[in-house]
């Protein structure tokens, strides 16, 4: 996996509890959910770089065009690409620990 900043690796941290659920998480320890996090990050993250080079990417980034017309519309700040990206792979994150429980 690609060096992450400290917050990234929270959210990621984070959002493999939260997709994990209190109970489910609650029976793992720190250590134990912190390196499953990062494994299903790395896969991630593997996966992503590959659709990037097969040319894959594209609805994900027509949804992060989408988000920056109607953030700037709003005359709101936009984040920036690898913010966003970010949260999107949290997401994805969340969603595959939800399906291991």
Known sequence: MPP????????????????????AA???????????AMAV??????????????????SVNASYRQYRLETSARGERVMRYADWMN????????EIAANLR
């Open 87 to 94: 949260r999107y792979k949290a997401g994805l994150i969340r």
């Open 4 to 23: 992450e900043s400290v917050k990234s690796l929270d959210r990621f941290f984070d959002a493999y509890r939260q997709g994990l659920g209190a109970r």
């Open 41 to 58: 990050a790395a896969r991630v993250d593997a996966e992503i770089a590959r659709l990037q080079r097969a040319g894959g990417l594209k």
């Open 26 to 36: 609650a029976r793992l320890s720190e250590d134990r959910i912190r390196a499953d």
